[in-house]
């Protein structure tokens, strides 16, 4: 489609796309990279340069423009100069993402039809996670990600956008940290996309003014995600006494004041902060501040014990302590021992041995044993071998992986190195998402660190065997977490899943035994190996071992990045761990393995975190993305959110994937705008069956899990919908807004209103015109006497107003 | 060369390592159904049509593509195996955008080959096209004086400028003297036993006729002087000039080949009884039946004419069959006409095997109402429009307006009409277009950027047969996969023209693709029944 709007093309200069050839490769596995390089220098696919591709390059015209077109991350078409993704993963999609998406089209008056405003200076699309499940709804501006994002912040968020707009995208994290027995203290500040995204570089900006200001020694250490992402941006100060304290949700503001409480010169002042800190902790308010931004965190504080009690760090270990790139650090807390070993003193017989005792089984949500994987591999006669590390996390609703190849990156380099060793591999490949650009960066800072250091390259340790690690970038397709799909995508080829067998443990990247391990998968090998087999087959159930990490999110009290033993119930996590449904509202469900899992009813939270105990309701492992939903959440709606996903995110190769997931997305819209069949769910039921049974891939034998878990759980809520009627008050065809008695004539609600669907009638009681109202729900979360509601969507006006939905609390960066 | 023994449907194989289920079914002589699988190229695995069932595993697995392993058991020809593959067709149809039958001819009650006859007009044979004509319609002469035409009503070209003059058409094609030779039939000889056929007006004849076809001999009971029946009823048999072509093109089909016995009415149950016990079956073709009358020969009858049995028109009495109104009152003599072929049939099945024919509709992929200006999408295909076509009833000649008319046909009907794989299977498997029937459909599209071949994205599979041959072949710009999920399509490479992406290899891409995605521009399968006899 033509698109006037945006601004004039660049003009492509085919000596440029020679060089951009010349630079990145000229093979058909280049195409991937070739085209991503293109994106990155005009902002689309010229048709000029893909020509000149084919011309210049061994890429197939066919493979090109098939690659070119299946990519979701590539455009054809020119963009305008900032890109906004709105994140509608799971997390943000149940607090609102679908408002936010159609409050920032009108915000910047995107014609219809359109992806970009008429000056071209920014285009909007939707992707699907953005990995900071916990700040939901996420908005991401160029490189910058935003937070909280509700209708009615996005112009804050533009401003502070064109405000930055000069910064550059940088990881803010410094080297290594300095090893000084001089330090008189230290303020550790987390640097994990989320608390990036949660301000935490304008932080650490400030902190470091802060402390020039006292003129004492005190160094700032970056950590990588500390797990309480709900309470970003964090800030700990351990004093040279040992003694640590942690302050939550940290504004540049704070920063004096919490320097100033712990650093500061002897004397009299000393005492009255003293005496002053010790009022303000009694009332529960941080540092002299005000009570809404800062909470200083007591570990002994019983929610901070909670969410930290039950977990178990082995992915995560020393969690909130090590500095991400800091090598010498990892070393110093057992890093790399694992590997050393394995390479001076073990047998690859043995390790795999030692693995396969683990009870290890894949992360990456199916669950096979990986032991058994290595020895596969091992056992081939080609003696041609490749290691692959799955970093293509897609599901919408889970960042663990992006939160360990950013906060850990040696220790999935060391597990993948070790996978490398034991099958015998000289190669290795990170195939990591595009939409996850600091784990990029982490990881390829951490490859060139352990290449310096002797771990990567030719003849390790002496040991005669090389090995050469590289990153892939995904290009924003959820199938390619799919083996065979990924090795495509690896291949230059569309990511398109074909049959096993051949599995790529046989016949995978360029035709030879592959072993693909997903990251978290290799983030345990470490430390199996350096505790011991039995150590973590000790923990679990019979047939799940070790530990889990969960993405904790959606409507949840305290969200973020856990790891807990197997074995562990759903309720635990969910109540113990993060405190229940926030708002003190009841959780009703909680939807575990994101698209592929299903929605596992409170009823049943004693099911423990096991694979075959999560099949057997229906739902599955998945990669560990757990969203709570409560009471204000239509089932319905949460199913059709999946399926939109896996119908949009589906290949397109094989029939029941590719019709089944758009018919059933079809009929699960028809009830949400309340024009179902009778007949619709026992139709509804028939295509999931047959998806289920008859597609590819994983991605289509499992798509049909949400919609088969809330049919047997919630099948009341379905059965509503049919007769027109929304229990939860979320599907926007069937509610409309009505202005109560409370009304004060107030006015703010038609001051807010985008589309001026309620006339200004100051002192008077407001009326909603029905008609106009896009059911942004801004009017009722603005109103200041809780006047406006939602009702059934019916003629008559006696019926009852339903629940509504959450509200979603607003915060602007500052 | 390493062997596997396998099982199949409990019968056991050996093949070699590496084959596919596939493969080892066919050793047996196993059908399985398979549309995006071609011997010689890659698979591909994508329709998932060859669906099998892995015993040990409970698991689907595609047969096309699976390889064997030692001890595998397959079930392949189980009804659980025949409904997986029905429902997945029906997932594959319920986005395929096409009509497999023209409007027009789905109109037709007797089905007649409209499309076809309008390009053997165009074409020049002449014969071929009055051969049709009466094959389908027994009386293309008489219909063309009194038949309303439904078939000119759903005509796709009247929503361009004018529908097609359908019945002149066929009645100038019945009684021009240029295909007189042709339409004096041939007949079979007579194989069969005698059947007789009561009453003489269109269902009769056309029962008559159809069952004489078949090699059967016929005596036909008319208790007035002349037949026609129900025909003189209509308005324009008044004119003098029908009664001179209906008696021309009787001529036809009366003589030594079928015994017309006037002027002899069947009333009591004796008479019946004495007819029905000297024929091998008996066709009730009265036009009406008064409830005495039925009473007194104790048939079933219904409040509007007689109770059948609706897959073959058998009455309560056994070999006793009715059709036309008789059964359902009617006004249009085409329907009788048509009854009284679908009689013959279910009547050749009984006096064969004592089991009446049944007569089963094919499977017909339906457009349906077209939106505001796809009807362009055909416009190439038919001829321009000169104006009116010369008056009605008033030419016996195949003249070049005649040929012109026909010549505008859209021919809108499916170019595989009769060798797509999918109708073909849909047929086999009972399919059912209308079960996961989706609310929105994409626009017709017939792409034309190619001198030979038309391309109708609405009816791919996405099996991509075509993109492997083009890089079998090393095409230079090649077919290929263009976007993702549901709004995935073949498409040339940078969606360049047809020709540039099939290149050299157009014919072979149009003969393998399985269905009518690909099809030559000006080559249409000659058109088949559309109906199975079972």
Same mark, same amino acid.
């Given at each position: 489609?033509?698109?006037?709007?945006?601004?004039?093309?660049?003009?492509?200069?085919?000596?440029?796309?020679?060089?951009?050839?010349?630079?990145?490769?000229?093979? /058909?596995?280049?195409?991937?990279?070739?085209?991503?390089?293109?994106?990155?220098?005009?902002?689309?696919?010229?048709?000029?340069?893909?020509?000149?591709?084919?011309?210049?390059?061994?890429?197939?015209?066919?493979?090109?423009?098939?690659?070119?077109?299946?990519? $979701?991350?590539?455009?054809?078409?020119?963009?305008?100069?900032? !890109?906004?993704?709105?994140?509608?993963?799971?997390?943000?999609?149940?607090?609102?993402?679908?408002?936010?998406?159609?409050?920032?089209?009108?915000?910047?008056?995107? *014609?219809?039809? +359109?992806?970009?405003?008429?000056?071209?200076?920014?285009?909007?699309?939707?992707?699907?996670?953005?990995?900071?499940?916990?700040?939901?709804?996420?908005?991401?501006?160029?490189?910058?990600?935003?937070?909280?994002?509700? /209708?009615?912040?996005?112009?804050?968020?533009?401003?502070?956008?064109?405000?930055?707009?000069?910064?550059?995208?940088?990881?803010?994290?410094?080297?290594?940290?300095?090893?000084?027995?001089?330090?008189?203290?230290?303020?550790?500040?987390?640097?994990?996309?989320?608390?990036?995204?949660?301000?935490?570089?304008?932080?650490?900006?400030?902190?470091?003014?802060?402390?020039?200001?006292?003129?004492?020694?005190?160094?700032?250490?970056?950590?990588?995600?500390?797990?309480?992402?709900?309470?970003?941006?964090?800030?700990?100060?351990?004093?040279?006494?040992?003694?640590?304290?942690?302050?939550?949700?940290?504004?540049?503001?704070?920063?004096?004041?919490?320097?100033?409480?712990?650093?500061?010169?002897?004397?009299?002042?000393?005492?009255?902060?003293?005496?002053?800190?010790?009022?303000?902790?009694?009332?529960?308010?941080?540092?002299?501040?005000?009570?809404?931004?800062?909470? !200083?965190?007591?570990?002994?504080?019983?929610?901070?014990?909670?969410?930290?009690?039950?977990?178990?760090?082995?992915?995560?270990?020393?969690?909130?302590?090590?500095?991400?790139?800091?090598?010498?650090?990892?070393?110093?807390?057992?890093?790399?021992?694992?590997?050393?070993?394995?390479?001076?003193?073990?047998?690859?017989?043995?390790?795999?041995?030692?693995?396969?005792?683990?009870?290890?089984?894949?992360?990456?949500?199916?669950?096979?044993?990986?032991?058994?994987?290595?020895?596969?591999?091992?056992?081939?006669?080609?003696?041609?071998?490749?290691?692959?590390?799955?970093?293509?996390?897609?599901?919408?609703?889970?960042?663990?992986?992006? #939160?360990?190849?950013?906060?850990?990156?040696?220790?999935?380099?060391?597990?993948?190195?070790?996978?490398?060793?034991?099958?015998?591999?000289?190669?290795?490949?990170?195939?990591?998402?595009?939409?996850?650009?600091?784990?990029?960066?982490?990881?390829? /800072?951490?490859?060139?660190?352990?290449?310096?250091?002797?771990?990567?390259?030719?003849?390790?340790?002496?040991?005669?065997?090389?090995?050469?690690?590289?990153?892939?970038?995904?290009?924003?397709?959820?199938?390619?977490?799919?083996?065979?799909?990924?090795?495509?995508?690896?291949?230059?080829?569309?990511?398109?899943?074909?049959?096993?067998?051949?599995?790529?443990?046989?016949?995978?990247?360029?035709?030879?035994?592959?072993?693909?391990?997903?990251?978290?998968?290799?983030?345990?090998?470490?430390?199996?190996?350096?505790?011991?087999?039995?150590?973590?087959?000790?923990?679990?159930?019979?047939?799940?071992?070790?530990?889990?990490?969960?993405?904790?999110?959606?409507?949840?009290?305290?969200?973020?990045?856990?790891?807990?033993?197997?074995?562990?119930?759903?309720? !635990?996590?969910?109540?113990?761990?993060?405190?229940?449904?926030?708002?003190?509202?009841?959780?009703?469900?909680?939807?575990?393995?994101?698209?592929?899992?299903?929605?596992?009813?409170?009823?049943?939270?004693?099911?423990?975190?096991?694979?075959?105990?999560?099949?057997?309701?229906?739902?599955?492992?998945? +990669?560990?993305?757990?969203?709570?939903?409560?009471?204000?959440?239509?089932?319905?709606?949460?199913?059709?959110?999946?399926?939109?996903?896996?119908?949009?995110?589906?290949?397109?190769?094989?029939?029941?994937?590719?019709?089944?997931?758009?018919? #059933?997305?079809?009929?699960?819209?028809?009830?949400?705008?309340?024009?179902?069949?009778?007949?619709?769910?026992?139709?509804?039921?028939?295509?999931?069956?047959?998806?289920?049974?008859?597609?590819?891939?994983?991605?289509?034998?499992?798509?049909?899990? *949400?919609?088969?878990?809330?049919?047997?759980?919630?099948?009341?809520?379905?059965?509503?919908?049919? !007769?027109?009627?929304?229990?939860?008050?979320?599907?926007?065809?069937?509610?409309?807004?009505?202005?109560?008695?409370?009304?004060?004539?107030?006015?703010?609600?038609?001051?807010?209103?985008?589309?001026?669907?309620?006339?200004?009638?100051?002192?008077? *009681?407001?009326?909603?015109?029905?008609?106009?109202?896009?059911?942004?729900?801004?009017?009722?979360?603005?109103?200041?006497?809780?006047?406006?509601?939602?009702?059934?969507?019916?003629?008559? +006006?006696?019926? /009852? $107003?339903?629940?509504?939905?959450?509200?979603?609390?607003?915060?602007?960066?500052? | 060369?390493?062997?596997?023994?396998?099982?199949?449907?409990?019968?056991?194989?050996?093949?070699?390592?590496?084959?596919?289920?596939?493969?080892?079914?066919?050793?047996?002589?196993?059908?399985?159904?398979? @549309?995006?699988?071609?011997?010689?190229?890659?698979?591909?695995?994508?329709?998932?049509?060859?669906?099998?069932?892995?015993?040990?595993?409970?698991?689907?697995?595609?047969?096309?593509?699976?390889?064997?392993?030692?001890?595998?058991?397959?079930?392949?020809?189980?009804?659980?195996?025949?409904?997986?593959?029905?429902?997945?067709?029906?997932?594959?149809?319920?986005?395929?955008?096409?009509?497999?039958?023209?409007?027009?001819?789905?109109?037709?009650?007797?089905?007649?080959?409209?499309?076809?006859?309008?390009?053997?007009?165009?074409?020049?044979?002449?014969?071929?096209?009055?051969?049709?004509?009466?094959?389908?319609?027994?009386?293309?002469?008489?219909?063309?004086?009194?038949?309303?035409?439904?078939?000119?009503?759903?005509?796709?070209?009247?929503?361009?400028?004018?529908?097609?003059?359908?019945?002149?058409?066929?009645?100038?094609?019945?009684?021009?003297?240029?295909?007189?030779?042709?339409?004096?039939?041939?007949?079979?000889?007579?194989?069969?036993?005698?059947?007789?056929?009561?009453?003489?007006?269109?269902?009769?004849?056309?029962?008559?006729?159809?069952?004489?076809?078949?090699?059967?001999?016929?005596?036909?009971?008319?208790?007035?002087?002349?037949?026609?029946?129900?025909?003189?009823?209509?308005?324009?048999?008044?004119?003098?000039?029908?009664?001179?072509?209906?008696?021309?093109?009787?001529?036809?089909?009366?003589?030594?080949?079928?015994?017309?016995?006037?002027?002899?009415?069947?009333?009591?149950?004796?008479?019946?009884?004495?007819?029905?016990?000297?024929?091998?079956?008996?066709?009730?073709?009265?036009?009406?039946?008064?409830?005495?009358?039925?009473?007194?020969?104790? @048939?079933?009858?219904?409040?509007?004419?007689?109770?059948?049995?609706?897959?073959?028109?058998?009455?309560?009495?056994?070999?006793?069959?009715?059709?036309?109104?008789?059964?359902?009152?009617?006004?249009?003599?085409?329907?009788?006409?048509?009854?009284?072929?679908?009689?013959?049939?279910?009547?050749?099945?009984?006096?064969?095997?004592?089991?009446?024919?049944?007569?089963?509709?094919?499977?017909?992929?339906?457009?349906?109402?077209?939106?505001?200006?796809?009807?362009?999408?055909?416009?190439?295909?038919?001829?321009?429009?000169?104006?009116?076509?010369?008056?009605?009833?008033?030419?016996?000649?195949?003249?070049?307006?005649?040929?012109?008319?026909?010549?505008?046909?859209?021919?809108?009907?499916?170019?595989?009409?009769?060798?797509?794989?999918?109708?073909?299977?849909?047929?086999?498997?009972?399919?059912?277009?209308?079960?996961?029937?989706?609310?929105?459909?994409?626009?017709?599209?017939?792409?034309?950027?190619?001198?030979?071949?038309?391309?109708?994205?609405?009816?791919?599979?996405?099996?991509?047969?075509?993109?492997?041959?083009?890089?079998?072949?090393?095409?230079?710009?090649?077919?290929?996969?263009?976007?993702?999920?549901?709004?995935?399509?073949?498409?040339?490479?940078?969606?360049?023209?047809?020709?540039?992406?099939?290149?050299?290899?157009?014919?072979?891409?149009?003969?393998?693709?399985?269905?009518?995605?690909?099809?030559?521009?000006?080559?249409?399968?000659?058109?088949?029944?559309?109906?199975?006899?079972?």
């Amino acid at each position: 489609m033509k698109n006037p709007a945006s601004k004039a093309p660049q003009e492509v200069r085919l000596d440029e796309v020679d060089r951009l050839i010349e630079q990145v490769g000229s093979s /058909a596995e280049h195409a991937l990279p070739l085209l991503q390089a293109l994106q990155e220098r005009y902002g689309y696919l010229p048709e000029v340069a893909l020509r000149r591709i084919v011309e210049r390059t061994e890429i197939t015209a066919a493979n090109l423009w098939s690659v070119a077109t299946f990519y $979701p991350q590539l455009r054809l078409r020119p963009a305008g100069r900032h !890109q906004i993704c709105v994140c509608v993963g799971t997390a943000c999609h149940v607090k609102g993402a679908e408002r936010v998406y159609e409050a920032v089209q009108r915000e910047l008056r995107i *014609p219809e039809g +359109s992806d970009t405003d008429p000056d071209g200076e920014y285009t909007v699309r939707k992707v699907t996670c953005l990995g900071c499940c916990t700040l939901a709804p996420v908005v991401m501006v160029d490189h910058v990600t935003y937070g909280h994002r509700t /209708a009615d912040n996005l112009r804050a968020m533009l401003e502070d956008f064109a405000r930055h707009s000069a910064r550059a995208m940088a990881d803010p994290l410094s080297g290594d940290n300095q090893s000084d027995a001089s330090w008189e203290g230290e303020v550790r500040i987390g640097l994990g996309s989320c608390c990036i995204a949660g301000g935490s570089a304008r932080v650490e900006a400030a902190l470091r003014e802060a402390i020039q200001r006292t003129g004492r020694r005190i160094r700032v250490r970056h950590v990588g995600c500390v797990g309480m992402c709900h309470q970003t941006p964090l800030v700990e100060v351990v004093t040279s006494e040992g003694q640590a304290v942690r302050y939550s949700r940290v504004r540049p503001d704070d920063v004096a004041r919490i320097i100033e409480a712990h650093f500061q010169p002897t004397g009299v002042r000393r005492f009255l902060r003293l005496a002053e800190q010790a009022v303000e902790q009694v009332l529960g308010y941080g540092v002299g501040g005000d009570p809404s931004s800062v909470r !200083q965190l007591d570990p002994r504080d019983s929610q901070v014990e909670a969410f930290t009690c039950r977990q178990m760090h082995i992915a995560t270990e020393y969690c909130g302590s090590l500095h991400p790139l800091d090598l010498g650090e990892y070393r110093r807390h057992g890093g790399l021992e694992a590997l050393r070993q394995c390479l001076t003193s073990r047998t690859f017989e043995d390790v795999i041995e030692e693995i396969e005792r683990s009870g290890l089984r894949g992360r990456g949500g199916a669950g096979f044993p990986t032991g058994l994987k290595w020895r596969r591999v091992r056992a081939s006669a080609d003696p041609i071998r490749y290691v692959i590390c799955n970093g293509d996390e897609g599901d919408p609703g889970a960042f663990m992986d992006r #939160m360990l190849m950013e906060s850990y990156p040696y220790r999935v380099l060391e597990g993948l190195i070790i996978a490398a060793w034991a099958v015998g591999a000289r190669e290795g490949i990170l195939y990591i998402r595009a939409e996850y650009p600091l784990a990029l960066r982490r990881i390829g /800072a951490a490859i060139e660190r352990l290449r310096q250091e002797g771990w990567i390259g030719r003849n390790i340790l002496g040991t005669g065997w090389d090995l050469e690690l590289r990153i892939a970038r995904g290009g924003g397709a959820f199938v390619c977490g799919e083996e065979t799909a990924l090795i495509a995508s690896i291949e230059g080829r569309r990511g398109s899943p074909s049959l096993r067998p051949p599995y790529p443990a046989e016949r995978g990247y360029r035709g030879h035994p592959t072993l693909v391990n997903n990251c978290e998968t290799l983030a345990l090998v470490p430390w199996i190996l350096r505790h011991g087999a039995e150590a973590f087959a000790s923990i679990g159930t019979p047939h799940s071992k070790g530990t889990k990490v969960f993405a904790l999110a959606g409507k949840v009290a305290r969200g973020g990045l856990v790891e807990v033993p197997m074995g562990i119930t759903l309720r !635990q996590i969910v109540e113990d761990i993060g405190g229940g449904a926030a708002g003190g509202r009841r959780w009703k469900a909680v939807q575990v393995g994101g698209p592929s899992g299903g929605c596992v009813p409170e009823s049943l939270g004693d099911t423990p975190v096991d694979y075959e105990a999560l099949q057997a309701v229906g739902a599955m492992m998945g +990669s560990g993305g757990l969203v709570v939903l409560d009471e204000a959440d239509c089932m319905v709606d949460v199913a059709r959110y999946f399926l939109s996903f896996t119908a949009r995110e589906s290949c397109g190769k094989c029939s029941p994937c590719r019709v089944g997931t758009q018919r #059933m997305l079809e009929i699960l819209d028809r009830l949400c705008e309340g024009r179902a069949r009778p007949d619709d769910l026992m139709r509804l039921e028939e295509i999931a069956e047959l998806t289920r049974r008859h597609s590819l891939c994983g991605l289509g034998r499992t798509a049909p899990n *949400p919609v088969l878990t809330t049919l047997r759980f919630f099948r009341s809520e379905y059965e509503a919908h049919l !007769q027109g009627h929304c229990p939860a008050g979320r599907c926007v065809k069937l509610i409309r807004y009505e202005v109560g008695p409370e009304c004060i004539g107030c006015t703010r609600c038609a001051q807010v209103c985008p589309v001026g669907a309620i006339p200004p009638n100051p002192y008077r *009681p407001h009326v909603i015109r029905a008609d106009a109202c896009v059911r942004c729900d801004l009017c009722r979360t603005s109103c200041p006497t809780q006047a406006i509601r939602i009702v059934p969507n019916t003629n008559a +006006s006696t019926v /009852a $107003p339903v629940q509504p939905p959450e509200l979603c609390t607003a915060e602007v960066p500052s | 060369m390493k062997l596997v023994k396998v099982s199949i449907d409990g019968r056991a194989v050996t093949v070699a390592e590496g084959s596919t289920v596939l493969d080892a079914a066919r050793t047996l002589g196993i059908e399985i159904p398979t @549309l995006c699988h071609r011997d010689g190229l890659p698979h591909y695995t994508s329709c998932m049509v060859c669906a099998v069932r892995d015993l040990a595993s409970g698991r689907w697995i595609p047969a096309c593509s699976q390889p064997v392993a030692e001890g595998m058991e397959i079930e392949a020809s189980s009804e659980l195996v025949h409904r997986a593959r029905q429902r997945i067709l029906e997932l594959l149809l319920s986005e395929h955008l096409g009509d497999c039958e023209a409007p027009c001819r789905r109109a037709c009650p007797a089905s007649l080959r409209i499309p076809e006859m309008c390009r053997l007009t165009r074409e020049g044979r002449l014969d071929e096209a009055a051969r049709l004509v009466v094959e389908d319609l027994i009386l293309p002469v008489a219909l063309g004086w009194v038949c309303p035409a439904p078939c000119e009503r759903t005509c796709r070209r009247a929503d361009h400028d004018r529908a097609l003059a359908i019945r002149e058409l066929h009645r100038r094609l019945g009684c021009s003297p240029d295909t007189a030779a042709v339409r004096t039939p041939r007949w079979p000889p007579r194989i069969g036993p005698t059947v007789a056929v009561i009453g003489g007006g269109p269902s009769g004849i056309s029962a008559a006729v159809a069952l004489r076809r078949r090699g059967y001999a016929v005596h036909v009971f008319e208790r007035s002087s002349r037949l026609g029946g129900g025909l003189w009823a209509s308005p324009a048999a008044a004119n003098p000039k029908f009664a001179q072509a209906f008696a021309a093109e009787l001529e036809q089909h009366v003589g030594v080949e079928i015994e017309w016995h006037l002027n002899t009415p069947i009333e009591t149950a004796e008479e019946l009884n004495h007819i029905c016990s000297s024929h091998a079956a008996t066709v009730l073709a009265l036009g009406s039946i008064e409830p005495e009358q039925s009473r007194a020969w104790g @048939l079933a009858r219904g409040a509007r004419g007689l109770i059948v049995d609706p897959a073959t028109r058998q009455t309560n009495l056994p070999g006793v069959f009715a059709a036309g109104g008789v059964v359902q009152p009617g006004k249009m003599a085409v329907r009788s006409i048509a009854d009284g072929q679908r009689v013959a049939a279910a009547v050749a099945g009984y006096v064969r095997t004592g089991h009446p024919t049944v007569w089963v509709s094919r499977f017909d992929s339906r457009v349906g109402r077209l939106e505001p200006g796809e009807v362009q999408q055909w416009v190439p295909d038919g001829g321009p429009d000169r104006g009116a076509f010369p008056g009605e009833m008033r030419s016996e000649q195949l003249d070049a307006a005649t040929i012109a008319e026909a010549a505008r046909c859209f021919g809108c009907d499916c170019r595989k009409a009769a060798t797509c794989q999918l109708r073909r299977y849909a047929d086999q498997y009972g399919a059912d277009a209308h079960r996961f029937e989706s609310p929105t459909r994409p626009p017709v599209i017939l792409r034309r950027d190619h001198p030979q071949v038309v391309y109708e994205p609405g009816k791919c599979i996405r099996c991509g047969i075509c993109v492997r041959i083009a890089a079998a072949a090393g095409e230079p710009l090649g077919m290929t996969f263009q976007g993702r999920g549901y709004s995935e399509q073949v498409a040339p490479s940078f969606n360049d023209g047809l020709e540039a992406g099939l290149g050299r290899v157009w014919r072979e891409c149009v003969a393998a693709c399985p269905t009518a995605a690909l099809a030559l521009r000006d080559r249409w399968d000659p058109m088949g029944p559309d109906h199975i006899e079972r």
